[in-house]
């Protein structure tokens, strides 16, 4: 998951570790430095100068500094917070145990990932549609996986975006150099294709409206908004991608936090092997996000244009540019799978969605428009006609609360604020609390 | 690498075990090849269609144009290959007792002390206190501090140049994604193929040119015994980048301190960027530089990547590291740490938090000392097959500061050498070649296993070739 507050390390140092800044900085040679002839990657020179995370993480600090005796309750970051269950930590104590036996011992796996790891996937979440194991590779996450699919799909590729969404897919696109250059006013980049997803169009893009792109991007259940697209949606997706030659790179890391009965996987959708590889990820349903551990579908079935598998080249990248995900972090995966295992994890996805509850009764209460909370651990709240920076500092400073501004999800996000489900209870009920205080 | 080169030997006789055909044979309409996917572990996975599938030439193709840099590299990458003849080699003697000296991987348990960490990690993620979420991508803070404590102390690094990774090879690719498709590279020859492999799918080579197996734009540094393994720069063109592994793999030559001496002016010369690939340095004998770091002046030209995997037995665990000097600057004067934190930030999320409580039992005393055994017993390793070469007249190589054994076999294909050793030993090396066309006419032999098994392979050694 893309961290839009830089991780769990004292506020304090990341505001002062100058690698994480990426304020604007004046150069000034010194007589002594050596610059090497190495020109800097274009690309990353598109990165927006100043983001979001050591925005956010700035005025946490200002904020902190002023009322050093606040509360400060986190529902920015997307951080699970409860423990993993034992049957799964146990497990994978005892592979690392293992590790200094002989029978124990595993050096290098596949960097497609355990066999029976992959079996498993396939098993528990794609069953009924016919994903072969060879088809799942295990990887570190999804957020990786995003680079390298991103880096199997080279430069020339277009793509297409939900506006608002998780950073990573921008971010890499430009890294990558798809995305041309950024305009500054409105906030795009000239080459990427913004679907605008809000509530007059039920969060899901006038297709009619978007112009067609090699790649598509599209998250159910959405971060931010957290809405799940329906079957029909997802049909009219593939049937798009299929009349335009399209890959939809469908991210369904949040599928677990599903109420009702939308699809969890692109591949309930008839045709969808032919036009989508999915992408998931055990960090929000099994704690997972220390541990690192996801993976990535890649029909057999999915072709370029001159008729080449997509499942080969993304084999021959992961095989070159990666070597696996941690054997441990798989032996946990293998225990989340297992009956009891997935029990345990079920258990602690339904406090998450009992905590989205909890906030969404509270804002309901408010009668604040809040969309989300029912099949995805976000909240997106809309305060119409209002800067989601001032909304935030609102918050922050009046109710000691930390959320994300809509606009760190792009332009459509503006006038929204996504507020995570993820806490303890406590946490989560305070803050319930506090927002009534705030806003009734 | 050039896999027609083999793409007909007859020791292949399975049908399942089918190389990919060279990129050429996409452009035909036709679907009649089968793709095998190698993997490193006992399973073949043939998961892509064959002729006996539906996949007729009306099946539905996507209008997405096949990434050109994919198309340009030759085949699979080296060591699935290698593991690819393994299997197949196992298949065929399903009774034999196939002794696997060839992709570097290593056998022998994880110290006690360190495992024990990484249990005890395990357990607290079930617990209120013990729980952690998400890490800082650059790794976690006591680890860069041990990292830069235990392995550059006093060479001008500070912890927050270093940023702790799921493994060198991971870093590679960062590093190039990082650099762009714009930048020129040299790398030695022969060398890792990751860096040669990363390069093209960045997309900074040309095509591949057969006849003298190198890839166009890309920079070849021979080393060879009669150059001492190290380049001769003067006939070194510039580049933007330079890989350079030392104690190398394959050959497992450790430059000098007057070498790399003479690398960091060449770099700061040209005003290029070393990318020093130092993942061996723990098994150096002699008194090399274990840092290029140790050179004055190279935090203005270098990055260092290294990796727990041969010393802790990290293979499967994952866990590495790379250091980004700040004095590193690009031609603009912009540091190139930054841009490497936001690739780390933006294309990675952290190595696993377990990995990494390991990491630190590593690079405590006790770890320390417990890797220093294990590396001490597969340098024994080492020189029991540099022996067995030796007293066998062959010219052998390396063996003294790496775990890898480079023997020497004149006039002759190094993909054949490595088929008949296969063959009639029943032993996996890794060919020469498949390291650069420099590596022609060599075998790897690496000294990971089990001594008994070391011992067993050295003895069928000596059987073949007295």
């Excluded at chain 1, 049957?87 to 590790?99: E, H, N």
């Excluded at chain 1, 305060?383 to 760190?408: H, Q, R, Y």
């Amino acid at each position: 998951m893309y961290k839009l507050l830089i991780c769990n390390s004292t506020l304090s140092d990341k505001l002062f570790d100058p690698g994480c800044l990426h304020t604007s900085f004046g150069i000034r040679k010194e007589k002594k430095d050596h610059y090497t002839n190495v020109p800097r990657n274009a690309n990353l020179e598109k990165l927006p100068k100043g983001y979001l995370f050591p925005e956010i993480s700035l005025r946490q600090h200002q904020h902190l500094e002023q009322h050093p005796d606040a509360s400060l309750i986190s529902l920015g970051i997307g951080d699970t917070t409860e423990p993993v269950p034992d049957i799964v930590t146990s497990r994978m104590a005892d592979f690392a145990s293992g590790l200094s036996t002989l029978e124990g011992y595993r050096g290098y796996g596949a960097e497609q990932g355990n066999k029976e790891l992959r079996k498993a996937i396939a098993e528990t979440f794609y069953k009924d549609v016919n994903v072969k194991d060879s088809e799942v590779f295990v990887s570190d996450g999804a957020q990786c996986d995003i680079a390298r699919l991103q880096l199997l799909l080279g430069s020339r590729v277009t793509a297409a975006v939900q506006d608002p969404s998780f950073p990573g897919y921008i971010d890499t696109s430009v890294i990558i150099g798809q995305a041309g250059d950024l305009d500054h006013e409105t906030g795009r980049y000239h080459r990427l294709e913004y679907m605008k997803c809000g509530p007059e169009n039920k969060f899901f893009p006038d297709l009619r409206r978007t112009s067609s792109t090699d790649v598509i991007f599209f998250c159910s259940p959405n971060n931010p908004t957290g809405h799940a697209a329906t079957r029909q949606q997802l049909e009219q997706l593939v049937k798009f991608a299929k009349d335009n030659g399209s890959i939809i790179v469908f991210d369904s890391a949040y599928a677990t936090y599903i109420s009702d009965d939308s699809p969890r996987s692109i591949f309930e959708i008839p045709g969808a092997k032919e036009v989508a590889v999915e992408i998931s990820s055990f960090s929000k349903f099994a704690g997972f996000t220390g541990v690192r551990l996801g993976w990535t579908v890649v029909p057999s079935e999915l072709c370029f244009s001159n008729g080449f598998p997509v499942i080969h080249d993304f084999n021959r990248v992961v095989c070159t540019c990666f070597n696996g995900a941690s054997n441990i972090a798989q032996a946990g995966g293998l225990a989340c799978l297992s009956s009891e295992g997935f029990e345990g994890v079920r258990t602690r996805v339904n406090y998450y969605k009992e905590n989205a509850e909890i906030l969404l009764d509270a804002l309901a209460s408010l009668n604040i428009k809040a969309y989300g909370g029912q099949n995805a651990p976000y909240v997106w709240v809309h305060f119409p006609g209002m800067n989601s920076w001032e909304v935030f500092d609102m918050i922050l400073e009046k109710a000691n609360i930390i959320t994300v501004p809509g606009c760190g999800f792009g332009p459509g996000g503006e006038e929204f604020l996504r507020i995570s489900a993820f806490g303890h209870r406590e946490s989560i009920l305070e803050a319930a609390r506090r927002l009534k205080a705030l806003f009734s | 690498m050039p896999l027609h080169q083999y793409h007909f030997n007859a020791s292949i006789s399975s049908s399942s075990s089918t190389f990919i055909a060279p990129p050429s044979a996409f452009t035909s309409s036709s679907r009649s090849q089968n793709f095998s996917l190698p993997l490193r572990n006992s399973e073949i996975c043939r998961c892509v269609a064959t002729p006996q599938e539906a996949k007729t030439p009306t099946a539905y193709k996507t209008s997405v144009s096949r990434n050109a840099n994919m198309g340009k590299l030759q085949a699979g990458y080296l060591f699935p290959e290698v593991a690819r003849r393994r299997n197949a080699h196992k298949e065929k003697y399903p009774d034999a007792q196939v002794i696997s000296l060839g992709i570097g991987d290593t056998t022998e348990p994880i110290p006690d002390v360190i495992t024990s960490s990484m249990s005890k990690k395990c357990q607290a993620l079930s617990t209120l206190e013990g729980y952690s979420g998400y890490g800082a991508e650059q790794g976690e803070k006591s680890l860069r501090a041990a990292i830069r404590s235990t392995f550059y102390t006093d060479l001008g690094i500070n912890d927050d140049d270093i940023f702790v990774s799921d493994g060198a090879k991971c870093d590679i690719s960062r590093l190039q994604v990082v650099f762009g498709s714009d930048v020129t590279m040299a790398v030695q020859d022969p060398s890792y193929p990751a860096y040669v492999d990363s390069s093209v799918i960045m997309g900074q080579t040309g095509q591949f040119q057969k006849d003298v197996e190198k890839y166009a734009n890309i920079e070849y540094m021979n080393c060879t015994p009669e150059n001492g393994f190290f380049p001769d720069l003067s006939k070194s063109t510039r580049t933007d980048i330079i890989f350079f592994c030392s104690p190398n793999n394959p050959t497992g030559a450790a430059a000098t301190r007057e070498q790399l001496t003479r690398l960091v002016q060449f770099a700061k010369d040209n005003g290029s960027i070393i990318v020093y690939d130092s993942a061996y340095a723990m098994y150096m004998s002699d008194d090399n530089p274990r840092s290029i770091f140790e050179i004055p002046g190279a935090t203005e030209v270098a990055i260092e990547t290294s990796s727990f995997s041969k010393y802790a037995g990290f293979t499967g665990v994952r866990l590495g590291w790379t250091v980004v000097p700040k004095e590193l600057l690009f031609s603009d004067g912009f540091p190139v740490a930054r841009d490497f934190n936001r690739v780390v930030c933006t294309c990675f999320n952290g190595a696993s938090n377990v990995a990494q409580a390991g990491g630190l039992a590593c690079l405590s005393p006790d770890g320390l000392k417990a890797m220093r055994e294990v590396i001490g017993f597969y340098k024994e390793n080492t020189e029991i097959i540099v022996d067995t070469f030796n007293s066998l007249g062959f010219k052998v190589y390396g063996g003294r500061n790496a775990p890898y054994v480079w023997v020497h076999f004149p006039g002759r294909s190094s993909w054949d050498v490595f088929a008949e050793i296969l063959e009639k030993t029943h032993v996996v090396t890794t060919p020469g070649s498949g390291f650069g066309p420099g590596g022609e006419g060599f075998v790897r032999v690496s000294a990971f296993g089990h001594r008994a098994n070391v011992l067993e392979a050295c003895k069928r050694f000596r059987q073949l070739y007295k």
